[in-house]
């Protein structure tokens, strides 16, 4: 028997568990299918710490901070559950962009000031500051392992039906709306949708390629995506009375800066130490093939980097971490819909700060309410 549903979600990451919340808040029946169970850290939406860092200057990602500032604070009060610490975050480096970000951020209400090295420095001990830098305290850091569950458990509240251990294993366009294939230990069911939500992460293109080659005649594009295994690192705090901001330090000329891969992000983590990482230059990846193993030159580089740059930390004592991004050529996200295929990808690296927006957007998208913002369009 060939099961009908509504909308089916696939994909139970941050950005699928936000757009089954969405749907849900909207009286839609959702579905939302996962190959993996709660709390995996297979992919990209592990573990306790991103930052929500409000860094941006362009004005679709400015009017997505404020929206998602207050869709942070609504999610919190409707779950109950506390995911975000506002400990501020500080972006420093010779980047020329800091005083326009500065400006975009107090028109949108959001705040923001610029302070001078000693002055961040007297602030923030365990960084080492040689340029100017832009304090923004509405920034600070999101719970992935409270949020996903939150959202999930919300969803379910308004009738979402969420299935873990479930995998797409086909996926065909057809006059009713997408024909899918799902395995789990029950075996292989065909069910219908009118229309699906592929939030995949990694897996974004092995599972819409099959889409593609099915539907010749579609018009259908798979968007450009590169999956990379990224790693950063917990190091150990050395000096106890340091006050920890999110951070992310832009890189300049000279002797300090030499061997690094990118501009570099970091937080602290409690109970792990002062998360550290490079941006989006881990070597690519299969993601049903890693290795979790960190590269050794990379890994070096970022002790490195601690030593210099992070006096707070001790840059022997560290935990190495592996995770997964998925980035598009220009790090603008895609967020689409294709005939009844809504494609939600390319987040990694900056996207998790946005995710109950990215749900609203992608519900948008579903429901047919309004389109997502030019930028995001997958044949840009």
Wanted: hydrophobic fraction near 40%; glycine fraction near 12%.
């Amino acid at each position: 028997m060939n099961t009908v549903l509504d909308t089916a979600v696939i994909g139970g990451g941050a950005m699928g568990s936000a757009a089954a919340w969405a749907l849900s808040r909207r009286g839609r029946h959702v579905t939302l299918v996962e190959q993996f169970g709660p709390g995996h850290r297979i992919g990209a939406s592990h573990g306790t710490t991103r930052n929500l860092n409000p860094g941006y200057h362009r004005p679709e990602y400015v009017a997505m901070l404020a929206e998602g500032l207050a869709l942070w604070d609504e999610l919190e009060q409707e779950s109950g559950e506390t995911l975000l610490a506002r400990t501020g975050v500080v972006n420093h480096g010779p980047d020329p962009r800091l005083p326009d970000t500065a400006e975009a951020l107090t028109q949108a209400g959001i705040r923001a000031e610029l302070l001078s090295p000693a002055a961040a420095r007297e602030r923030w001990r365990g960084i080492r500051f040689d340029q100017q830098a832009l304090h923004m305290p509405d920034g600070g850091q999101l719970n992935p392992e409270a949020a996903l569950p939150a959202l999930q458990r919300l969803a379910a509240a308004r009738g979402a039906e969420i299935r873990h251990h479930t995998k797409v294993v086909d996926l065909q366009v057809t006059d009713d709306g997408v024909r899918l294939g799902l395995e789990s230990a029950a075996g292989i069911e065909e069910v219908t949708a009118a229309q699906v939500v592929v939030t995949a992460g990694g897996w974004t293109e092995k599972l819409l390629g099959r889409v593609f080659s099915n539907n010749p005649g579609t018009g259908l594009r798979i968007p450009r995506l590169r999956v990379t295994q990224e790693q950063p690192a917990h190091f150990r705090v050395a000096d106890a009375g340091a006050v920890w901001p999110g951070f992310n330090h832009y890189p300049g000329t000279g002797a300090d800066y030499r061997g690094w891969y990118s501009p570099v992000y970091g937080m602290q983590t409690p109970g792990e130490g002062i998360k550290a990482g490079w941006h989006g230059v881990g070597p690519p990846v299969d993601p049903d093939r890693r290795s979790f193993q960190p590269e050794p030159g990379q890994l070096a580089a970022l002790q490195d980097y601690a030593r210099t740059w992070l006096p707070g930390v001790d840059a022997d004592s560290f935990e190495a971490i592996s995770c997964t991004y998925t980035t598009t050529p220009d790090e603008d996200f895609i967020l689409d819909r294709i005939g009844p295929v809504v494609i939600g990808a390319g987040f990694s690296g900056h996207g998790f700060k946005f995710t109950p927006v990215i749900g609203r957007i992608l519900a948008d998208l579903a429901t047919g309410t309004r389109p997502a913002p030019e930028i995001f369009r997958a044949s840009r």
